[in-house]
């Protein structure tokens, strides 16, 4: 904000700190559309039980999870992506956006991040910032807040954060019935339509071996127990540290939010939020968490989209939601660091998600075999080899096709 002033008989121009702050607090920053893509196919967490020997109430109420999506060797991070993208971006997006925030722990290459080879995929101008973050789970959280502080100071901008990941354990590994794998893409700007994110996040971070993948392992490696432990006493910390910090209490929500690794972490984790709530007020925020983990049960591990596919699912079946309430939203990523921070839901969340009816893509996905699910993770290509991969098969609007002298091959059908 410039106000005119004078020194020496000269008039000229400075800036008022004080209203340039206070024009940043007032104007909404957050999610203003939302949208997500997994692959085609998925195997039944029954069978993969069977195939494993394992009571399928292990995988079904053990770990809360119903479905687990089988990425096919034509989709990887970057194609997720650009699928997920091409559901919620219009022409007038694609001007408006100078940046674009590729999170992933999926990585394709030490070098070159992810966001560039997307920007091209998408047709985005070149005028543009594109980068890639890395904090395992957490990634997204830091990109969504990276494009908060953007937007603040480019009000006219939008910034598209990208969370999108292939959860691999390896086949008959402890962690495997806890993969999965997809894309949620978010369009952060002003007046938002879904969620206005609030000041006063809390973040934690401290250096453990609960979860990592070296380099040159194309799966990941983790304590789960010792992860667990972890997550829920990084919770404890950044809620209680928020609760002080903001001043509010449990009633002040309408809805807790969590990073599902698999549903019944996230169930655990709202055990410790609720064990002072009065038996009305928990069941509201159960049910409200049964509706935010539908989608997830049936996805498996998104890695950095998790916690925004718990959000889309919250937003898409959630009957009580309503404009002005609060959510609570708590991001971790394993390593680790954890955030908790909180939005207020807008009067047109549903048309955020542009009118696509994600229970209906769900529904539509094609089961594959345990033998198949095997056959298709063993033939997935990664930066250092080469060859070409059959895409006939997979109806998505881009694809891998291979490597060819290092290079990756993305097309568009």
Known sequence: MKVRAKLGGRAFFVYDKT???????????????????????????????????????????????????VIPPSQDVVTMAANAAARILTTADKEQISYVIFATESGIDNSKATAVYLARLLGLKKEIRAIELKQACYGATAGIQLAR?????????????????NARYGIKSPGEPTQGGGAVALLIGTNPQILALEDGSTAYTQDIMDFWRPLGKNEALVDGRYSEDVYLNFFSHVWQAYLDKTGYQLGDFAALLFHLPYTKMGLKALRIALKDARPDEAVNFVQEFEHARTFNREVGNLYTGSLYLSLLSLLFNSEKLRAGQRIGLFSYGSGAEAEFYSGIVQPNFKQGLMNVNYLQVLNERQEVSVSEYEKLYQQHLFSAQEGRVAYDTDPARYFFAGISDFKRQYQEK
């Open 19 to 69: 209203k340039v702050l206070k024009g940043v607090k007032e104007m909404k920053i957050g999610i203003d559309k939302i949208g997500f893509f997994t692959s085609h196919l998925f195997v039944d967490m029954k069978e993969l039980a069977f195939a494993r020997a394992e009571d399928p109430n292990k995988y079904l109420i053990g770990i809360g999870q119903s479905k687990m999506a």
């Open 149 to 165: 502080g953007f937007v603040a100071l480019n009000p006219d901008s939008k910034v598209l954060v990208i969370a999108a990941d």
